[in-house]
């Protein structure tokens, strides 16, 4: 634990700490109807006392905006990431453990997968499914499952040559046992370090389709919508982008830091 | 030679594969396409005929083989939006996201290299600190709002350039370049990020190698060391990495492009996905796929030009 006392390490569980806070308990202790209530006598006011963070163009306060887009930034990306580690752990353990003939066709598969920009495959997907909340997990997290199983597979491979795999395999052990006793816990430090990682990338994503109309619909409150509702009145208003935006920057920023930090402790390789 | 043959081949598999995958994810949930053309308030006998003369009663499996067979012969069929030939579309478009990404790529690596080089001279000392700093901050930012502190910044406030709009390199380049600068630098500014790092751990590796030390103790200056003997031998990888990224650029263009107004190939593809144009969503995806396919293919082939110690094998 002592390699997360560097200044990284430190700033990016305090960033997270507090976003997982905002997103936990904002909610229960905003006051009801306090990021719907529209003040029509002040409509994109500036920040001040009354709207620490301004009102947007309907006289909603984006403080209480930017603490509910929180819950469901987060809602969406780890639901997404959750769902493409599901998805991507089977294939890619399936893959590095076995090789030969199954690794080819799966990974074949994988890395045409690859070829789609993982935006353009979750904007596709959440097009032709229908925006909204639940399917925009579905594209985010079917985006991001070839990333995992490529990386998961290269782990599996690795681990599955093991002198240990060898022992239990010469012993008797089933494959299915190996790959859940001795491969899955050895892998598992490099699926928590892409998985940490992944979320970062999916608070993007959630954004980044929000923003296009294709994710979060109005009127819930996501920071991607946010940005997208500041883009007519930038001249005027600035602070209704800089608040979301650097809300997603703050949380990705943690994120990110964070990330490195586990990697350096849990994938000793990297360094 | 059985080298490129089986490059060949398997370009040619994979192009077979990414068929196949936009087929399937666009086929996912079949919206009715005869419906988007004729509207919902179209009477069922026009909507039925209609389904017909576009084989959309026939099994996937034929529809697959029209499709891709049509796409062979040069038939890529309409918009259902713009009423135009699609081939025609997406002929128009790509020169102008060609830019787009030319230009992105150079700036990122305009900025990541020499900063990424900065980084790995004085490793561990503040210039490395302020240089991975810079790195996070630029993949913490999503690049539309980059786009949008962009427009802030140097259209409203200092009106530099324009804020949004294309226009045609075949009667103003200049004017192109313009339009196409500030959506450009929005999206170099999230490449740099990846690159800048990359860099600086290859070239910290480079530095501590022999070759290196013999260069110094020669006594050449420091500058020709660091850019003529340890940089030559860092870009293969960086350029690899670089190369790897078009993926990443061809689904920000979606964003940047309709953030900016600027009539590209990631401009038509959100139409497209907006106003749920199925034949068009085919054939924008299929394209950007199979050209992100074929980038990475030629980085594969350019590393072994720029690097002769890769042996094709």
């Known amino acids: 634990m002592k390699r997360f006392k560097t200044t990284k390490g430190m700033i990016g569980i305090i960033l997270l700490l507090l976003i997982a806070l905002v997103a936990i308990v904002g909610p229960m202790v905003i006051p009801p109807d306090a990021a719907t209530a529209m003040d029509m006598r002040a409509r994109r006011a500036p920040p001040s006392l009354t709207h620490i963070f301004g009102t947007d163009q309907l006289g909603r306060d984006l403080m209480y905006r930017v603490i509910l887009g929180t819950r469901t930034s987060l809602e969406i990306a780890v639901s997404a990431v959750v769902m493409s580690i599901v998805l991507g752990l089977p294939l890619g353990l399936i893959s590095g453990y076995f090789g030969g003939f199954v690794d080819n066709v799966l990974m074949r598969l994988v890395d045409t997968l690859l070829a789609f920009p993982a935006l353009l495959l979750a904007l596709t997907i959440s097009a032709v499914l229908g925006p909204n909340i639940q399917n925009t997990i579905i594209a985010i997290g079917v985006a991001f499952t070839p990333y995992l199983a490529r990386i998961i597979r290269g782990e599996a491979l690795r681990v599955a040559q093991m002198p240990y795999v060898e022992a239990a395999r010469s012993a008797g052990t089933t494959d299915l046992m190996i790959m859940w006793r001795h491969v899955l816990p050895n892998i598992l430090p490099a699926v928590i370090v892409q998985g940490t990682i992944s979320l970062a990338f999916a608070i993007l994503a959630e954004a980044g389709l929000s923003f296009l109309g294709l994710g979060t619909q109005p009127p819930a409150a996501s920071w991607g919508l946010m940005i997208q509702a500041s883009r007519d009145q930038l001249d005027i208003a600035p602070w209704t982008a800089l608040v979301p935006g650097l809300a997603v920057a703050l949380t990705v920023l943690g994120l990110n830091m964070f990330g490195d930090v586990l990697r350096d402790i849990l994938d000793p390789r990297s360094k | ?313």
């Open chain 2, 1 to 313: 030679m059985t080298y490129v043959l089986n490059r060949l081949l398997s370009v040619i598999l994979t192009l077979f594969l990414i068929t196949l995958v936009t087929f399937a994810v666009t086929n996912i949930l079949p919206g009715d396409v005869a419906m988007m053309i004729m509207g919902t308030q179209s009477n069922p006998e026009a909507l039925a005929g209609l389904r017909e003369s576009l084989g959309l009663n026939d099994p996937l499996l034929v529809q697959y083989g029209h499709w891709v067979g049509g796409m062979i012969s040069g038939d890529w069929g309409n918009s259902l939006i713009f009423k135009k030939p699609i081939f025609e579309l997406l002929a128009q478009k790509a020169a102008a996201s060609a830019i787009i990404v030319a230009m992105s790529m150079i700036i990122a690596l305009a900025l990541a290299v020499p900063l990424g080089v900065w980084a790995a001279v004085h490793r561990d000392k503040w210039q490395d600190t302020v240089s991975s700093t810079s790195a996070l901050m630029g993949v913490s930012l999503p690049d539309f709002f980059w786009g949008i502190l962009m427009i802030l910044v140097f259209a409203r406030w200092l009106g530099w350039f324009p804020s949004s709009g294309f226009v045609d390199p075949a009667e103003n380049f200049l004017g192109t370049l313009r339009h196409a600068f500030l959506p450009s630098l929005a999206l170099g500014l999230g490449l740099m990020a990846h690159l800048t790092r990359m860099t600086r751990s290859t070239m910290t590796g480079i530095l501590n190698q022999e070759f290196i030390r013999v260069a110094r103790a020669k006594g050449l200056a420091e500058r020709t060391v660091i850019w003529r003997y340890a940089l030559a031998n860092a870009i293969g990888p960086v350029i690899t990495i670089a190369g790897l990224q078009i993926g990443y650029l061809f689904g920000s263009i979606i964003v940047m492009e309709s953030l900016f107004g600027y009539t590209g190939m990631g401009w038509l593809t959100y139409q497209a996905l907006l106003n749920r144009d199925l034949p068009l969503i085919q054939s924008t995806v299929f394209v950007i796929a199979a050209v992100v396919m074929l980038t990475n293919l030629a980085v594969d082939l350019l590393y072994v030009v720029i690097d002769p110690r890769i042996r094709l094998g």
